[in-house]
């Protein structure tokens, strides 16, 4: 497990998961941090989904936007479809919202676990963006 401010990353069976426990901000200095440590474990692995779990009640910095959506389109570069975020409602949707692009799917969790067993899980049909509460 990689750490930078608060954020953690790892690569767990095929499923690259970010973690962003309760306080975390994220400042330029740190999005680009994130940026650069994704980078690395997209291209340097075998990933096939993405889990984004945010248990911080903190507002979305625009520097954290900007990483999120950044982010989104370095994986997907990687051939990475399946995007799971886990969060309370608000968040989820708030991170669903900015992260969504075509050809993408992204699927809301209540808990990590749940959404990392979906991010593994074969998807049965071709990606499309949704969006769920």
């Given amino acids: 497990m ?9 690569v767990d069976d095929g499923v690259l ?16 941090a994130l940026l650069d440590r994704w980078r690395t474990l997209i ?9 984004i779990a945010v248990r911080t009640s903190r507002p979305c910095s625009d520097a954290g936007r900007l990483t999120l959506r950044e982010s989104t389109q370095i994986a997907v570069a990687h051939g990475v479809d399946r ?8 968040k989820r ?6 992260i969504a692009i075509e050809d993408i799917t992204v699927e809301a969790f209540n808990d990590p676990a749940t959404a990392v067993r979906w991010a ?14």
């Fill in 2 to 10: 990689e750490s930078g401010e608060r954020w953690s990353t790892r």
């Fill in 43 to 51: 291209a340097d692995r075998d990933v096939d989904a993405v889990v």
């Fill in 17 to 32: 998961v970010v973690e962003f426990p309760h306080g975390t901000g994220i400042s330029p200095a740190a999005g680009e």
């Fill in 93 to 98: 949707q708030y991170i669903q919202r900015t």
């Fill in 120 to 133: 593994r899980s074969v998807p049965e049909s071709p990606s499309s963006v949704r969006s769920s509460p």
């Fill in 83 to 90: 995007f799971a975020v886990v969060g309370e409602r608000s």
